[in-house]
């Protein structure tokens, strides 16, 4: 009986701990706006080639790409070549927030998904991209509300109003 009374209060406890509460901001050289989400998940927005082996001894074992090879700023041979020589997966899904693809979503939530890639860090220009995609993630994959992961997406870096709408349309036609 008290086993099961201090595992409801540890449950509870756990789920009146905000979203954004999760999200953890620290200064990562090379990468914008890095955060850590949890155990399996690190974000951010650019990210040097020169930071791919700092994320390595980080934990991390592969790469999501989001930018699009054209961004300015976005250097993806060489980022894919410094992940393979830190000996990282490394995956590049161009997601275009002007003209958003389902596909690469799809193909997105099934690299997450993929014990094999984690832990996973995720990076776009800004984080804004990573944001939307987590929040898909979180709501299809980990069953959560649509505002708790509003919250947390918004912590990592989901400010663009049309992705918000692409998002909210994506997870409503896959549920």
Known sequence: MMTRL??????????????????????????????????????GG???????????????VSVINLRLPTEEG??????????QAAGMKYISLPFNVAAPDSKVVDAFLAA?????NQPVFVHCGSANRVGGMWMV???????????????????????????????ASYIAAHQ
């Open 6 to 43: 201090m595992f409801a209060v540890g449950v509870a406890a756990m789920l009146a701990v905000p979203a954004a509460a999760q999200v953890q901001k620290k200064d990562m050289p090379g990468v914008r706006n890095y955060s850590r989400v949890d155990a399996t998940v690190g974000c």
């Open 46 to 60: 650019a990210t040097d080639p020169a930071a791919i082996a700092g994320l390595k001894r980080e934990g991390y």
């Open 74 to 83: 976005a250097n993806v041979d060489a980022e894919r070549a410094a992940a």
């Open 112 to 116: 997450v998904a993929d014990k094999s």
């Open 137 to 167: 993630k979180r709501v299809l994959q980990d069953k959560w509300a649509i505002d708790r992961a509003t919250t947390e997406a918004e912590a990592i870096g989901l400010t663009s109003p049309d992705l918000k709408k692409f998002v």
